[in-house]
């Protein structure tokens, strides 16, 4: 049994590490990853904010990225304007026992977001109906999208600006991806942001 463990831990990693090597090697996603960090400088610079959005450990996620930002990344600096969606539990058992569970981020986007902000969004099968909810009214907003999906993208996938579909099918390793990507774009805003980098 302990040497089926121990298979079974080399084969998880070796799993995470065939993801990010496709990823490692793609270009293009690369490029789309450039083109996520820009929209949210642009948006910072122009006193936006960053909304973020998951369910479950997509939600862990996207509350870890904002308080990458609005808390510190790799130096000390000001803090940035990013907020997870969920983080009001009064406002979330309200909203979804009044109107109903696919309503709780797009409603208070209504109410905190305007134009020219930036929504991330996260969901492994990219068909979450409160995050789809939410990127149709970020639309209509003039809020730009960011979808962190799985290989397919989902329902999100025509709804996104930028569109980081990890190549996998397998919900932990594209949530193992997602945090990476994550965290690639943090490091990128925060360095074009203050003119320093972690070297």
Same mark, same amino acid.
């Given at each position: ?5 121990? +298979? ?10 065939? =993801?990010?090597?496709?990823l ?15 929209? @949210? =400088? ?8 960053v909304?973020?959005? #998951?369910?479950? #450990? ?8 904002? +308080?990458?930002?609005? &808390?510190?990344? $790799? ?9 997870a ?5 009064? $406002?979330?058992?309200?909203?979804g026992?009044? $109107?109903? $569970? ?10 905190? &977001?305007?134009?020219?902000? =930036? ?6 099968s ?25 290989? &397919? #993208?989902?329902? @999100? +996938? ?8 990890v ?22 805003v ?10």
């Amino acid at each position: 049994m302990l040497e089926d463990m121990t +298979a079974r831990i080399a084969a998880c990693i070796g799993e995470s590490i065939d =993801v990010k090597q496709l990823l490692l090697t793609d270009t293009l996603f690369h490029e789309k990853i450039r083109k996520a960090a820009s929209f @949210m =400088v642009d948006t910072l610079r122009s006193d936006g904010k960053v909304h973020f959005c #998951g369910n479950g #450990g997509s939600a862990a996620d996207a509350q870890h990225l904002a +308080a990458e930002l609005s &808390g510190r990344f $790799y130096f000390d600096r000001p803090p940035l304007n990013a907020e997870a969606l969920h983080c009001n539990s009064s $406002y979330l058992t309200a909203v979804g026992n009044d $109107y109903g $569970y696919e309503h709780i981020f797009s409603r208070l986007l209504r109410g905190t &977001g305007k134009a020219g902000d =930036v929504l991330v969004g996260i969901s492994t099968s990219g068909n979450s109906q409160n995050i789809v909810l939410a990127f149709s009214v970020a639309k209509e907003m003039n809020i730009r999208t960011i979808a962190l999906t799985g290989r &397919g #993208g989902g329902e @999100m +996938a025509s709804l996104s600006d930028v569109l980081l579909n990890v190549p996998s099918s397998d919900t932990p390793r594209i949530q193992e991806s997602h945090i990476l990507i994550g965290h690639i774009i943090c490091e990128l805003v925060e360095t074009e942001l203050f003119g320093k980098n972690r070297l």
